[in-house]
């Protein structure tokens, strides 16, 4: 799965899924990496209402604005899906729909709240999962996802029946008698947060989880290295995206303490880094995606 993102704690924090047309948060400075790009964008996920998380959406929709008046063309609304009970935001969106017309046609906007799950535009039998990440915003929900895709499996008491019986019931009652819907998880992302397990993450195919820090730290409400690394070891996802990297340490110091912790180089290939500083581009092998 082609990724781009951007990150750098407390400044910057936007991750691209362009397969899935997903964009997760919207920090700063994504409009001039991503260009043509934003065109494309169906879904938008903003975790929480720190401002290095979301102050990149105007100029997303501005961008959308002006391709639609050039190319008059029409565009299809963007989902933006967020925490519900975020005044923040909602008083940011209040400013947006004062300065990006129309916005109706410009954006729906999708509440969210731990537990729901939210079917994405950009593909077919996509949704998202909302959790509740732990992460302080002044007394407001930090959400992070899981992305999961639908499949039809057939009813376990109907496996080895003959195929003209199952067709029969399915000409008389219909696809859901014989199939039940399940979700497989695929992508996690845990936005800022200190690290949560989730039974459901077990094995996924990729983590996208935030590493601010290189030494723990119980006053802080993000995670560190030695942590997520313990997590990573818990849950075995197969591969693991890192981002929101403090600026406070070298580069260099972080990518020794990965080595350090993690000496076996197999297991280390399964991590990737978005540094600091730096637009991250890269084709990351995603079974099911
Ligand atoms: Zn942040
Ligand atoms: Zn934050």
């Given at each position: 799965m082609k990724i781009f993102a951007y990150s750098?704690?407390?400044?910057?924090?936007?991750?691209?899924?362009?397969?899935?047309?997903?964009?997760?948060?919207?920090?700063?400075?994504?409009?001039?990496?991503?260009?043509?790009?934003?065109?494309?964008?169906?879904?938008?996920?903003?975790?929480?209402?720190?401002t290095d998380h979301f102050t990149g959406l105007q100029n997303i929709l501005i961008t959308r604005l002006r391709e639609m008046d050039v190319a008059q063309q029409e565009m299809p609304p963007l989902q933006v899906i967020f925490p519900e009970?975020?005044?923040?935001?909602?008083?940011?969106?209040?400013?947006?729909?004062?300065?990006?017309?129309?916005w109706d046609e410009l954006v729906t906007l999708v509440p969210a709240k731990p537990g729901q799950v939210v079917p994405l535009q950009g593909v077919r039998g996509m949704h998202l999962t909302v959790l509740e990440a732990n992460h302080y915003v002044h007394k407001q929900t930090a959400l992070a996802f899981r992305i999961e895709k639908e499949r039809w499996a057939l009813r376990p008491e109907l496996e080895g029946k003959p195929q003209s019986e199952i067709n029969r019931i399915v000409a008389t009652e219909g696809r859901e008698a014989i199939a039940v819907r399940q979700f497989q998880p695929l992508v996690y992302y845990s936005a800022d947060t200190r690290p949560v397990y989730h039974d459901e993450n077990?094995?996924?195919?990729?983590?996208?989880?935030?590493?601010?820090?290189?030494e723990p730290n119980n006053k802080v409400s993000h995670s560190c290295l030695p942590e997520v690394i313990e997590l990573f070891r818990k849950q075995q996802p197969r591969l693991m995206l890192l981002f929101h990297l403090s600026t406070r340490y070298e580069f260099k110091e972080f990518t020794k303490l990965l080595e350090e912790l993690?000496?076996?180089?197999?297991?280390?290939?399964?991590?990737?880094?978005?540094?600091?500083?730096?637009?991250?581009?890269?084709?990351?092998?995603?079974?099911?995606?």
């Open positions: 750098k704690a407390l400044y910057s924090t936007w991750l691209y899924l362009e397969p899935l047309r997903l964009l997760l948060d919207a920090g700063e400075g994504l409009n001039a990496a991503l260009e043509g790009r934003l065109l494309a964008f169906r879904d938008i996920v903003i975790s929480h209402s720190h009970d975020s005044s923040t935001l909602w008083r940011y969106f209040d400013y947006l729909k004062e300065v990006t017309k129309p077990e094995g996924i195919p990729l983590m996208i989880h935030e590493a601010t820090f290189l993690v000496p076996d180089e197999e297991e280390r290939s399964r991590f990737y880094i978005v540094r600091p500083g730096r637009v991250f581009s890269m084709d990351i092998p995603t079974p099911g995606l």
